[in-house]
């Protein structure tokens, strides 16, 4: 089974005013783009819709079915940096379910999927 997925994001919360330093010319290529990498951490209001798209075993048939994750609840997106080094940056992505209530989910943090 294939899975397309579509995922939607809208920015809610920026990281450190990094600007200033993509903007200095005295800034190495290499410290450019560790600034350019932590400007993706923060927080974002997520939509996932999951289709399979294609089957790859004999006989399996192919769910016409859209799962819209967002269907009873929202889901934000926390990206933090949890590993900087001088050469490296590691992304984490923590997943938060909260319903239309507003009241958070039981089990509904996930540790989505991690960047190096």
Same mark, same amino acid.
């Given at each position: 089974?294939?899975?397309?997925? #579509?995922?939607? @994001? ?14 200095? &010319? #005295?800034?190495? +290529?290499? /410290? $450019?783009?560790? &600034?350019?990498? =932590? @400007?993706? @951490? ?10 399979? @798209? /294609? ?8 769910? /016409? =079915? !859209?799962?819209? !994750?967002? %269907?009873?609840?929202?889901?934000? /997106?926390?990206? !933090?940096?949890?590993?900087?080094? +001088?050469? $490296? ?8 379910? !909260? ?11 996930? $540790?989505? %999927?991690?960047?190096?």
């Amino acid at each position: 089974m294939r899975l397309y997925t #579509q995922h939607r @994001t809208r920015h809610l919360l920026t990281a450190a005013a990094l600007l200033p330093v993509l903007a200095c &010319a #005295q800034v190495s +290529p290499l /410290e $450019r783009g560790k &600034a350019a990498i =932590r @400007t993706r @951490t923060g927080c974002y209001l997520v939509d996932y819709s999951f289709v399979e @798209t /294609e089957t790859l075993k004999p006989g399996y048939v192919k769910d /016409e =079915r !859209v799962f819209d !994750v967002n %269907t009873n609840k929202s889901v934000k /997106e926390w990206i !933090v940096a949890t590993d900087v080094s +001088p050469t $490296r940056i590691k992304l984490q992505h923590v997943l938060q379910g !909260v319903a239309m209530k507003g009241e958070h989910m039981p089990g509904g943090i996930l $540790r989505h %999927t991690g960047e190096d």
